[in-house]
């Protein structure tokens, strides 16, 4: 037995919130984002679980490549896009769809000869990262449909303060979107994982002249269960957290009062009290900037954080009657412990706390029916 950190994936969770998506878009097509390793949870075990998702969403070829290579037939994305007509070629041979979202992109597409493939235009309607600027969009969009390299053409923006419901950014971006695909017969898609929970009707009030079986969502974040919001959990929006991350005591011992702990003495007993050492710290994705009295569970009770975290344990205060043993259970986030409310601790979000998990002890995935 290691006692050291792992997730735990459930599988179960993950097409239970899939399905909370699709009623939520309302008909929309789901393109499920497992980019990143599908954030942290594994990407080809959970591709392999989403048999339901319309299409996959990556950021990287080489994270499509393997989706293909490990048996994923739905259609994959290539959010990126390619740069290179090697690159260009692979996404062909393996039926990889491709974003462009910058000219070098489009003039690649419009010398390729070899075939074609499907293609979503990016267009930058406020974001400022990747797409085209709206002045640029049409002329974009006019020479893709000449191009001989193109398959179905496909729209896509990608919207910069969603998580934000109070925020006129949102509604200007989609009425801008709106505008160019007015006239647009194809596919198109806008919502993010804010975008389904936040502004869904706003999105569907703009974008009615689309069907809904054109109409596609992105969703990220909201698929592992994780609330996109910067307030409350998952669990608000009726998702259940994937990753379990645990781990268990691997010390127990007693302090004085003044006692201090761990790098810099930081930490200082203020009564005698019984410490905790647990096998996880920064080197298992456990973040260096979670302070003392961060939450953590111990045999099913929240205990706060002591001193620093190192990068192979941290310290938590048991109290002074705790009776907790070498071996004894820990979750350092998951159900009852939500991801969401330790990255407030950290001061980042939650994204990359899970993105963060290093996996030195491997991910266990588990199912309804028992351990996949």
Known sequence: MSYGARALVRLDALRHNLQVIRKTAAGARVMAIVKANAYGHGLLPVAMALTDADSFGVARINEALALRNGGIRQPVVLLSGVYTEADLQRALEDRIDVVVHCLPQLELLEAFTAGSLDVWLKIDTGMRRLGFLEGEAAAA???????????????????????????????????????????????????????????????????????????????????????????????????????????????????????????????????????????????DGYSRYLPAGTPVQVNGRPVPLAGVVSMDSCAVNLGPDAADRVGDPVLLWGEGLPVEEIARHAGTIPYQLVCGVTNRQPAEFIDAAGTS
């Open 141 to 283: 969009l006019a020479r893709l449909e000449q191009c001989k390299a193109v398959g179905n053409l496909r729209l896509m923006t990608h919207l910069a303060s969603a998580d934000d419901r109070n925020s006129i950014v949102t509604r200007r971006q989609v009425q801008r979107f709106s505008a160019l695909a007015e006239n647009f017969a194809g596919d198109i898609s806008v919502g993010n994982s804010p975008g389904i929970f936040g502004w869904r009707d706003t999105i569907g009030e703009i974008l009615s002249s689309h069907a809904s079986d054109q109409l596609w969502v992105r969703s990220g974040i909201a698929l592992y269960g994780i609330s996109p919001f910067p307030d409350g959990s998952g669990k608000d929006l009726g998702l259940a957290p994937v990753m379990q991350f645990e781990s268990c005591l691997i010390a127990v011992k007693q302090l004085k009062t003044g006692d201090r702990v761990g790098y810099g003495g930081s930490w200082r007993a203020q009564h005698d009290t019984t410490l905790g050492l647990i096998g996880a710290g920064y080197g």
